[in-house]
């Protein structure tokens, strides 16, 4: 069984300039989640999809963050502009539901210069 | 609200002594309780996981925790510790708020 793919894997941007993150879940994972972890922190969420409705967005900066997931699949997170403080890992797992347990991709390491 | 506390930052075990790290948790509710392993380079690892029944669970790699609802805790336990369990754990609640971490390190 494939796990999640992330692309890239890795990114240097300067600030003010956009980028975006790729998600593929497991196949048939309903569940997709972003989380953004900051060196020496827990992961923390950003964006939880339920198919490709929004469950929780709470902790997302809507200003420059967003996020879609169209056909309930691949899911795109992008940010415009960055800022410096987005100098992160940005992790993206699928779960079957709510108490089964994430997977998680590699992650895509932002560095932001 | 909920939210998860890792007392510990940073852990140091002997290669085969036992292992204990802590969780304790915040949540109205029974809570969904999750172990994850974040080896250096790689991706986070589901070790268990708790939402009812049994208190003392089992999960991979010889790991496994027991919920203490009385102390909003569920402590990750190791009888024997392997130098290859060197990593960040993670303890989270209900899939989507984790602790800040437990770095372990094995001394050989």
């Known amino acids: 069984e494939a796990g999640v793919a992330q692309s890239p894997r890795y990114k240097i941007i300067e600030k003010r300039q956009s980028v975006a993150f790729w998600c593929n879940p497991i196949s048939g994972h309903a569940t997709l989640y972003w989380y953004q972890q900051i060196l020496g922190q827990g992961p923390k969420l950003l964006i939880q999809?339920?198919?490709?409705?929004?469950?929780?967005d709470s902790q997302l900066p809507k200003d420059r963050f967003s996020a879609e997931r169209l056909k309930g699949v691949d899911s795109t997170l992008k940010i415009q502009p960055a800022k410096l403080e987005d100098s992160a890992v940005y992790l993206c797992?699928?779960?079957?539901?709510?108490?089964?347990?994430?997977?998680f991709g590699p992650g895509t390491r932002l560095t932001v210069t | 609200a909920q939210s998860v506390t890792q007392p510990d930052i940073h852990i140091t075990v002997s290669e085969g002594a036992s292992l204990e790290l802590r969780c304790n948790y915040s949540y109205g509710a029974t809570p969904y309780l999750f172990w994850y392993v974040q080896s250096p380079g790689q991706g986070l690892q589901l070790l268990l996981k708790y939402f009812s029944g049994d208190t003392l669970v089992q999960g991979i790699k010889g790991f496994e925790a027991e919920f203490k609802r009385s102390q909003s805790s569920f402590n990750l336990r190791k009888p024997s510790v392997h130098w290859s369990d060197a990593a960040e754990y993670f303890c989270a609640v209900n899939d989507m708020r984790f602790g800040a971490g437990t770095r372990l390190t094995v001394k050989p």
């Open positions: 797992a699928s779960s079957l539901g709510l108490g089964q347990g994430q997977y």
């Open positions: 999809f339920q198919n490709n409705g929004v469950v929780d």
